[in-house]
């Protein structure tokens, strides 16, 4: 079967809530979409929301990669090679993971539809359902209370709480949210780079009996080392993200063993090709997989959904990305009930179109 067409669009998505993190306070986000439609009719979707302060690229450029002649060689091409297709691409569109990522989900949705199973399926299932986090953004101690209490109602039971801009009021939302809810959730911390050694020590120590279950990137990529002082009982909870871009940081890391789980988002690694190459490095150095994201569309956040329960070490997701999202392209793809997670069985990635 040949692809026909190929259409790439961006749309501005509103958040239904801003939220701030340690870098900087969000309200809506640009999504950028690519459809490839075989020659019967079928069409996959990709989708990409690259963070261009991690990765150096943005929407706009990944909009406009998708615009380029190069592109137009997919035309034509049979669907049942995707896979080599998605190689010639990302050699084109080197260190460019969001432009990688728009064509890498579009072609395994068009394939999954083709061939009639879901995208997970032909790689391999190991995974029937998880508990995804919920993320509350840098707030005071009450409103982050609100936050959980509006979670705790919807049937979540895994918090990811920002935190980064002050330590000791990290601690203290994170030993209040213990206090009020006790063990309903388990509570992950995500500092997006803004502690240094000694906050993090101080964070650690005021909430060593929270039982956090992972600390995600508490210190910038440029003094990552200074995790090496820390004890391996708690490097084995820290979680590499904005460190974590691609298969060759993700071997360093594993070399470096400063830390014992690796969030893989598709918007750093180029798409399911990309996040599996991440996650062939990380099992046999046994590093826990946490599949993250960005703001996203229903496309992406379900493509890395498939890829996380093809991979036997997944442990976490954290796919809450179109959760906040006021509107979307697409409806389908997953279902969320009593805060667990999994794909609705639908060939491809189950994505119906208009949301």
């Known amino acids: 079967m040949k692809i026909k067409s190929l259409k790439a669009y961006k749309k501005n998505l509103a958040l239904q809530k801003p939220y701030t993190i340690a870098r900087e306070t969000i309200s809506d986000v640009e999504n950028v979409f690519f459809e490839i ?167 650690l120590d005021k909430t060593k009996h929270s039982n956090i279950e992972l600390i995600e990137q508490p210190l910038s990529p440029a003094i990552d080392k200074d995790l090496l002082q820390l004890p391996p009982p708690i490097r084995s909870i820290l979680a590499a993200d904005e460190s974590l871009k691609n298969a060759y940081a993700a071997l360093q890391l594993a070399q470096q063993q400063l830390y014992g789980i690796f969030n893989i988002k598709l918007m750093k690694c180029g798409g399911i090709s990309g996040a599996f190459e991440i996650a062939a490095v990380a099992k046999p150095a046994s590093i826990q997989l946490f599949w993250g994201c960005n703001d996203e569309s229903i496309v992406s956040i379900t493509a890395a959904l498939h890829a996380a329960f093809a991979c036997p070490h997944t442990k976490y997701l954290d796919l809450d990305g179109s959760l906040d999202l006021a509107e979307d392209v697409v409806y389908g793809g997953f279902i969320i009930e009593d805060g667990y997670m999994y794909p609705n069985d639908k060939p491809g990635l189950g994505l119906d179109a208009g949301y």
């Open 37 to 203: 439609t075989l020659e019967n009719g079928m069409t996959g979707i990709g989708a990409a929301n690259p963070a261009p302060e991690v990765v150096g690229e943005s929407p706009a450029q990944t909009f406009q990669n998708l615009q380029s002649d190069f592109i137009q060689f997919l035309v034509g091409k049979d669907i049942r090679y995707f896979l080599h297709h998605i190689y010639l691409c990302r050699e084109h569109f080197k260190n460019l993971p969001g432009t990688q990522a728009c064509i890498d989900i579009a072609l395994h949705d068009a394939f999954g539809q083709f061939i009639g199973i879901p995208v997970v399926d032909f790689y391999g299932r190991h995974h029937k359902k998880m508990l995804t986090s919920v993320t509350i953004g840098i707030k005071d101690a009450n409103e982050t209370m609100e936050e959980a209490h509006d979670y705790y109602a919807r049937g979540f039971r895994v918090l990811k709480v920002k935190t980064g801009l002050d330590a000791e009021l990290d601690a203290e939302r994170i030993i209040k949210l213990k206090e009020k809810f006790g063990d309903h959730f388990a509570i992950r911390v995500d500092a997006n780079t803004g502690y240094d050694l000694s906050q993090l020590k101080l964070f």
